[in-house]
C-alpha cells in the first residue's frame, strides 16, 4: 500500500482524500467521496454562466446576420463591400444568329423568409414564357454563368409548350446582369435563351427551368419535331415521357453537368456531357447517341428497327468509368430487323446484355473498353461470327442449349477458334441459310472478357 496524498479543502479545512476537478460526474477513483456543497453550487454556477455565454454568442450573430441582411437590402451590397462600386452590368452578349423576341421582367421577386442566414439563394424570381409546340425545332440555349437544372414534364391545360424559370441568387443585384428570353433563329426555330455574363460569386443566379410539353389531341402521342439544347452547366432531366410524347429528333448538349432521362421515344436521340455521368431508359427508332467522359453511363434501350432496310444504331462512349447497357432489339416485323451497336470506354468494366431480339435480326456489336472486365451477351437468336480479344487471359466464350426460337426443331452450331487470348467462330441455327450477316468484336486488355451467346 503506499500511502495516499492528503489534500485540504480550502472551504471546510477538512482533510480529503481526493479532489475532483470536473464539474459533476464523480469521479471513478473517489475512495471515500466527502460532500463538497459548496464546491457544487459553484460547479453549477459555472455551468450556468457557461450557458449564457453560448447564448449571448449565438443572439449576437443572429443580431448581427439581421441588420447585414438588412442593411444589404436596404443600401445594397457594394455600400457594405465597399470593393464593387459599381453595380451596373453590361448586357450579355448573346450568340450570332440567335433573335431575341420577348424578355419579360421578373415576377414576383420573392426573399426567402426564415433563410437570412442561408449562405446563397436569398431571393427568388419567376418567369414564364410560351413556345409553339408545332415549331420545326424547339430549343435551349445558355451561354455564360448560367446555370442550374432543366427539366421537361408532360403538362396539361395549354396548348402550348409552357416554360417555367425559377431564379435563385444571393445578391438582389444579380437577376438584372442576366437575361432570359424567347428566341428565334431561322425559320419556325423557337427557343429559350438564358445569357448570363462571367461568372463572379455577387451575379451568380441558379436556374431552374421546366418545359411543360401539353397533351397530344385526344389522348394520342404528341409529336415534337426536333428539341435541342446546348445548355452547359445546366442539368438535364427528362420525365417519363415514353407513353405520351415522340420526338423526331432530341437532342441534349451539356458539359459537367448530368443528363437522367427517366423514359423517352424517339426517332432520333443523341445526348452529350463531360465529366458526369448519363443515364436513363430509352426507345428509339433510328438512332441513339450517348457520350461523356470520365462518368459512367447507365442505359436500358429498346431499339425499335422498322425492318425495311436501314439499321437502327446505338452509340455509347465514355472514358474512365464503366458502361452498362441493358438493350432489347425489336422489329416492326416479328422477324429481321438490322442492328449496330458499339460502346466503348477505358480503363473500366464495360457490361453489354441484349435480353430480347426477333429471329434472325442482323446484329453488329463493337465492345471496346481496356485494363476492365467486358461481359458481353447477345441473345440466343444471333447469327453471324464473333471475334474476341483481350490480353494474358484467356477469353471465354459460353453458350446454352435453348430451343429452337424459330419452332422449327433445329440445333444450334457453334464453331470457336482460340489462340491464346484471342478467339473467334461462328455461330448459326442452320446450314442452308444464307450466311448471316452477325458480326460481334470484343476487345480489352490485361482483364478478363466474357461473351455469351
Ligand atoms: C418503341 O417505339 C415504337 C415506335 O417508335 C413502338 O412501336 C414500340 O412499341 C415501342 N416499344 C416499346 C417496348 O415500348
Ligand atoms: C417488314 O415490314 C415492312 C413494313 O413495316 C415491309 O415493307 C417489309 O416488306 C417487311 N419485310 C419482311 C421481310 O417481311
Redesign the pocket.
Given at each position: 500500500m503506499s500511502p495516499q496524498p492528503i489534500y485540504l479543502d480550502e472551504k471546510s479545512d477538512e482533510p480529503i482524500t481526493h479532489i475532483t476537478h470536473a464539474c459533476g460526474g464523480p469521479a471513478e477513483d473517489v475512495a471515500e467521496p466527502t460532500p463538497l456543497v459548496p464546491d457544487r453550487r459553484k460547479c453549477r454556477r459555472k455551468k450556468l454562466r457557461f450557458l449564457a455565454a453560448i447564448f449571448l454568442v449565438w443572439l449576437g450573430f443572429k443580431l448581427w446576420s439581421y441588420l447585414r441582411f438588412e442593411f444589404y437590402n436596404r443600401y445594397g451590397y457594394h455600400t457594405v463591400a465597399g470593393v464593387e462600386n459599381t453595380a451596373v452590368f453590361e448586357d450579355p452578349p448573346v450568340p450570332d444568329g440567335v433573335e431575341l423576341v420577348e424578355c419579360p421582367g421578373w415576377q414576383g421577386t420573392d426573399v426567402l423568409m426564415g433563410r437570412h442566414f442561408a449562405p446563397h439563394d436569398r431571393f427568388t424570381s419567376y418567369a414564364s414564357f410560351n413556345l409553339p409546340v408545332d415549331s420545326d425545332k424547339l430549343f435551349v440555349l445558355a451561354r455564360g454563368s448560367a446555370a442550374g437544372a432543366l427539366k421537361v414534364r408532360q403538362g396539361s391545360g395549354s396548348e402550348d409548350v409552357k416554360v417555367e424559370v425559377e431564379a435563385r441568387y444571393r445578391f438582389e443585384e444579380a437577376i438584372d446582369s442576366v437575361k432570359v428570353c424567347t428566341v428565334k433563329r431561322g425559320e419556325g426555330e423557337n427557343g429559350l435563351g438564358i445569357f448570363g455574363p462571367e461568372w463572379s460569386r455577387r451575379n451568380f443566379v441558379r436556374f431552374e427551368i421546366t418545359f411543360y410539353l401539353p397533351e397530344g389531341e385526344k389522348g394520342s402521342v404528341l409529336d415534337v419535331k426536333s428539341f435541342e439544347t446546348d445548355a452547359p452547366l445546366f442539368a438535364h432531366d427528362i420525365g417519363d415521357l415514353?407513353r405520351s410524347v415522340?420526338f423526331d429528333d432530341i437532342n441534349l448538349k451539356s458539359a459537367n453537368t448530368p443528363i437522367f432521362v427517366k423514359s423517352l421515344?424517339a426517332d432520333n436521340a443523341a445526348f452529350e456531357t463531360r465529366n458526369s455521368p448519363i443515364s436513363g431508359e430509352f426507345?428509339v427508332?433510328s438512332s441513339l447517341t450517348l457520350i461523356t467522359a470520365n462518368a459512367r453511363i447507365d442505359a436500358k434501350v429498346?431499339l425499335?428497327n422498322e425492318d425495311d432496310g436501314d439499321s437502327t444504331n446505338l452509340v455509347i462512349k465514355t472514358s474512365n468509368a464503366r458502361v452498362k447497357g441493358a438493350l432489347?432489339l425489336?422489329s416492326a416485323n416479328k422477324s429481321g430487323g438490322q442492328y449496330q451497336v458499339s460502346a466503348s470506354t477505358s480503363n473500366a468494366a464495360l457490361d453489354l446484355k441484349i435480353s430480347e431480339a426477333p429471329v434472325r435480326h442482323a446484329l453488329s456489336l463493337d465492345a471496346d473498353t481496356s485494363l476492365g472486365p467486358v461481359l458481353v451477351q447477345v441473345h440466343p437468336t444471333y447469327e453471324g461470327t464473333f471475334d474476341v480479344a483481350t490480353s494474358l487471359l484467356r477469353p471465354e466464350i459460353v453458350w446454352k442449349g435453348v430451343e429452337d426460337p424459330e419452332g422449327k426443331g433445329r440445333r444450334r452450331k457453334v464453331e470457336v477458334h482460340t489462340d491464346g487470348s484471342r478467339a473467334s467462330g461462328r455461330i448459326r441455327w442452320s446450314d442452308e441459310d444464307p450466311e448471316s450477316p452477325g458480326k460481334i468484336n470484343v476487345k480489352t486488355s490485361l482483364a478478363p472478357l466474357r461473351l455469351e451467346l
Amino acid at each position: 500500500m503506499s500511502p495516499q496524498p492528503i489534500y485540504l479543502d480550502e472551504k471546510s479545512d477538512e482533510p480529503i482524500t481526493h479532489i475532483t476537478h470536473a464539474c459533476g460526474g464523480p469521479a471513478e477513483d473517489v475512495a471515500e467521496p466527502t460532500p463538497l456543497v459548496p464546491d457544487r453550487r459553484k460547479c453549477r454556477r459555472k455551468k450556468l454562466r457557461f450557458l449564457a455565454a453560448i447564448f449571448l454568442v449565438w443572439l449576437g450573430f443572429k443580431l448581427w446576420s439581421y441588420l447585414r441582411f438588412e442593411f444589404y437590402n436596404r443600401y445594397g451590397y457594394h455600400t457594405v463591400a465597399g470593393v464593387e462600386n459599381t453595380a451596373v452590368f453590361e448586357d450579355p452578349p448573346v450568340p450570332d444568329g440567335v433573335e431575341l423576341v420577348e424578355c419579360p421582367g421578373w415576377q414576383g421577386t420573392d426573399v426567402l423568409m426564415g433563410r437570412h442566414f442561408a449562405p446563397h439563394d436569398r431571393f427568388t424570381s419567376y418567369a414564364s414564357f410560351n413556345l409553339p409546340v408545332d415549331s420545326d425545332k424547339l430549343f435551349v440555349l445558355a451561354r455564360g454563368s448560367a446555370a442550374g437544372a432543366l427539366k421537361v414534364r408532360q403538362g396539361s391545360g395549354s396548348e402550348d409548350v409552357k416554360v417555367e424559370v425559377e431564379a435563385r441568387y444571393r445578391f438582389e443585384e444579380a437577376i438584372d446582369s442576366v437575361k432570359v428570353c424567347t428566341v428565334k433563329r431561322g425559320e419556325g426555330e423557337n427557343g429559350l435563351g438564358i445569357f448570363g455574363p462571367e461568372w463572379s460569386r455577387r451575379n451568380f443566379v441558379r436556374f431552374e427551368i421546366t418545359f411543360y410539353l401539353p397533351e397530344g389531341e385526344k389522348g394520342s402521342v404528341l409529336d415534337v419535331k426536333s428539341f435541342e439544347t446546348d445548355a452547359p452547366l445546366f442539368a438535364h432531366d427528362i420525365g417519363d415521357l415514353e407513353r405520351s410524347v415522340h420526338f423526331d429528333d432530341i437532342n441534349l448538349k451539356s458539359a459537367n453537368t448530368p443528363i437522367f432521362v427517366k423514359s423517352l421515344r424517339a426517332d432520333n436521340a443523341a445526348f452529350e456531357t463531360r465529366n458526369s455521368p448519363i443515364s436513363g431508359e430509352f426507345n428509339v427508332s433510328s438512332s441513339l447517341t450517348l457520350i461523356t467522359a470520365n462518368a459512367r453511363i447507365d442505359a436500358k434501350v429498346n431499339l425499335f428497327n422498322e425492318d425495311d432496310g436501314d439499321s437502327t444504331n446505338l452509340v455509347i462512349k465514355t472514358s474512365n468509368a464503366r458502361v452498362k447497357g441493358a438493350l432489347k432489339l425489336e422489329s416492326a416485323n416479328k422477324s429481321g430487323g438490322q442492328y449496330q451497336v458499339s460502346a466503348s470506354t477505358s480503363n473500366a468494366a464495360l457490361d453489354l446484355k441484349i435480353s430480347e431480339a426477333p429471329v434472325r435480326h442482323a446484329l453488329s456489336l463493337d465492345a471496346d473498353t481496356s485494363l476492365g472486365p467486358v461481359l458481353v451477351q447477345v441473345h440466343p437468336t444471333y447469327e453471324g461470327t464473333f471475334d474476341v480479344a483481350t490480353s494474358l487471359l484467356r477469353p471465354e466464350i459460353v453458350w446454352k442449349g435453348v430451343e429452337d426460337p424459330e419452332g422449327k426443331g433445329r440445333r444450334r452450331k457453334v464453331e470457336v477458334h482460340t489462340d491464346g487470348s484471342r478467339a473467334s467462330g461462328r455461330i448459326r441455327w442452320s446450314d442452308e441459310d444464307p450466311e448471316s450477316p452477325g458480326k460481334i468484336n470484343v476487345k480489352t486488355s490485361l482483364a478478363p472478357l466474357r461473351l455469351e451467346l
